[in-house]
């Protein structure tokens, strides 16, 4: 015979099961090229075997550009990707733990390359919007930036009351949906808890 206990709280409602671990990933691009459209610059991904699940709790951007001034405009999307076998190419992004306790095994492994990562096996799925920029100097105009909204806001992190969720072999990429200019940017953080 076997027992499974849940945790509920005064009311009988399920608790969630405690984060085994929880950080905050830094997202600091900048395009030194002019790299073709549809590349993932950075992504974070939960590889297979893992048993774990990973939760994408909130995200903020800022775009910027420090280039020489074009009359375009810089776009970035993030994009789920299933499938994924492995993610190559660039530098790995060391997390910053949000509490030490849980600072042990991470599973989640994020990456940072402006030219293009590699998603091997990987299938986009639908994507969301994250901004829009004009290729205008910093110094040329006091309105240089467009900051995104957070997707989670709080605590449990929510989008709609949702956090994303990426399960064994699936990442969350930020990717250009234009050919890059050098001096392209896009800085900001992405929240992840792992279950």
Same mark, same amino acid.
């Given at each position: 015979m076997s027992i499974n206990a849940i945790n509920v709280d005064s009311a009988g409602i399920e608790l969630a099961k405690p984060a085994t671990y929880a950080g905050v990933y830094n997202v600091n691009v900048r395009q030194s090229a002019a $790299?073709?459209?549809? /590349?993932? &610059?950075? /992504?974070?991904?939960?590889? *297979?075997?893992s048993g774990k699940t990973v939760l994408i709790r909130s995200a903020w951007f800022q775009l910027l550009f420090d280039g020489t001034a074009v009359a375009t405009l810089m776009k970035y999307e993030l994009v789920k990707y299933t499938g994924v076998t492995a993610l190559s190419g660039g530098v790995a992004v060391t997390p910053m733990h949000k509490r030490t306790s849980l600072s042990g095994a991470v599973v989640a492994a994020a990456r940072l390359l402006d030219t293009g990562l590699t998603l091997t096996g990987g299938t986009a799925q639908a994507? &969301? =919007?994250?901004? *829009?920029?004009?290729? &205008? $100097? =910093? $110094? /040329? $105009?006091?309105a240089q930036s467009l900051i995104s909204q957070p997707l989670g806001a709080n605590e449990r992190g929510t989008i709609n009351a949702m956090a994303i969720e990426l399960a064994? =072999?699936?990442a969350l990429a930020l990717r250009q949906t234009v050919v890059s200019v050098i001096g392209d940017n896009v800085i900001g953080y992405v929240e992840t808890a792992e279950y």
């Open positions: $790299t073709g459209a549809g /590349a993932a &610059v950075w /992504a974070i991904y939960n590889p *297979t075997g994507i &969301v =919007q994250i901004g *829009t920029m004009g290729r &205008v $100097t =910093q $110094t /040329a $105009t006091n064994a =072999q699936e």
